[in-house]
Nanobody, 128 residues
Framework: QVQLIESGGGLVQAGDSLRLSCAASGRRFAKYAMAWFRQAAGYEREFVAAINREGTNTYYADSEKGRFTISRDNAKNTVYLQMNTLKPEDTAVYYC?????????????????????WGQGTQVTVSS
């Protein structure tokens, strides 16, 4: 089992950058693929980015390609989401998620049902 705690959200202006962090408890963080999702008010939660266990493979939603970067530091049990050139439509609660992948054989997942553990979320608000 792993517990996830997001941080780094806040209120910024359009064009600014933010880096979100997700700290995981437990000793087996490197056995989890990780992802970020977000949920804007009145909308369903949507996939943002994902990264495999080793940090060697990443995948992004089309709207985030080129602006967002997901990374991880397994020594620190932390996954990051660097968000650049933020837009008002990026306003949402951002959630970190973990998928158990013991052998590292699973393809990168982009749907909520694939993930086993979730954080409580961190609010990102982008003003125009």
């Amino acid at each position: 089992q792993v517990q996830l705690i997001e941080s780094g959200g806040g209120l910024v202006q359009a064009g600014d950058s933010l880096r979100l962090s997700c700290a995981a408890s437990g000793r087996r963080f490197a056995k989890y693929a990780m992802a970020w999702f977000r949920q804007a008010a009145g909308y369903e939660r949507e996939f943002v980015a994902a990264i495999n266990r080793e940090g060697t493979n990443t995948y992004y939603a089309d709207s985030e390609k080129g602006r967002f970067t997901i990374s991880r530091d397994n020594a620190k049990n932390t996954v990051y989401l660097q968000m650049n050139t933020l837009k008002p439509e990026d306003t949402a609660v951002y959630y970190c998620a973990a998928e158990w992948d013991l052998r590292g054989l699973l393809p990168i997942a982009t749907t909520e049902d694939d993930y086993d553990y979730w954080g409580q979320g961190t609010q990102v608000t982008v003003s125009s």
